[in-house]
């Protein structure tokens, strides 16, 4: 009987074990997760202010801008798909 108490703890100590590093992973990739999330939403209001500018201005807004509005519209497209992928 011991040998079977012996082993049962074993086994509960190593679930034990992964179970703590996996939690620890998990926070981790929240955090990942988050500061990508962060990022993406400061490039969202980057966005929002280039379209106002360029919906106020249209006849004299120059290619640059909308361009960097294209690029960085396609840069969050890019980095919600990444963090889609990521849940």
């Known amino acids: ?13 190593n679930l034990k074990q992964q179970r703590d590093e996996l939690k620890l ?8 997760i988050k500061e990508e999330w962060d990022n993406l939403e400061r490039n969202w209001d980057l966005l929002k202010d280039k379209l106002n500018i360029i919906g106020k201005e249209a006849e004299v807004a120059g ?9 960085l519209g ?14």
């Open 1 to 13: 009987m011991t040998q079977l108490n012996d082993d049962l703890k074993h086994m509960s100590e």
């Open 25 to 32: 992973q998990l926070h981790l990739a929240k955090e990942d």
């Open 63 to 71: 290619k640059d801008i909308l361009n960097a509005a294209k690029d």
């Open 74 to 87: 396609a840069e969050i497209k890019h980095g919600y798909e990444r963090l889609k992928n990521k849940i």
